[in-house]
């Protein structure tokens, strides 16, 4: 916003006005961020994420992929509202190599889909295991990784 501010042409204003609504307070919302704060928050350098912009500015297509990281966050609706919102500033929808990429259930994270394998299993599939291999398997229900977190 800070570059259209001084003439130059970033963003997508004909995908914009065909496909949004609401660029002027998505604007005012960005530029009253305060860098300070987005540094200390984000942990990454103002340089560094002025470089990525650098990056993503000069993409003709971007897809932005992301996994459970973001869906669990404390803020993770609010988080993927602005991803969707920064690829909607280029027109990284509806083009081919663009658009938003949810990776979950990759590397079989869920696990029950092949081996049966939740936070809480069903007993028969325990007592399958216990049959198969020879052993007890804990019967008291484990946690998600958000309960995880809150456990330790």
Not at 55 to 84: D, E, F, N, P
Not at 90 to 106: D, L
Not at 109 to 128: F, M, N, S
Request: glycine share 10%; aromatic share 6%; charged share 25%.
């Amino acid at each position: 916003f800070e570059r259209e501010a001084q003439g130059e042409r970033v963003l997508d204003h004909d995908f914009l006005s065909e496909h949004t609504v609401g660029l002027e307070a998505l604007r005012e919302d960005v530029m009253a961020q305060d860098w300070d704060q987005i540094v200390q928050v984000s942990g990454i350098s103002q340089a560094q994420i002025r470089r990525c912009a650098e990056i993503y500015i000069r993409s003709k297509a971007t897809v932005i992929c992301y996994g459970m990281g973001l869906t669990q966050h404390q803020y993770g609706s609010r988080l993927l509202q602005q991803v969707a919102n920064l690829l909607l500033l280029r027109g990284n929808f509806g083009k081919p190599g663009a658009g938003i990429g949810p990776i979950r259930g990759h590397s079989n994270v869920q696990g029950d889909r092949t081996v049966g394998i939740d936070e809480k299993p069903k007993p028969a599939y325990l007592d399958r295991v216990q049959q198969v291999f020879g052993f007890d398997p804990p019967r008291e229900h484990g946690h998600h990784v958000v309960e995880s977190i809150e456990a330790m």
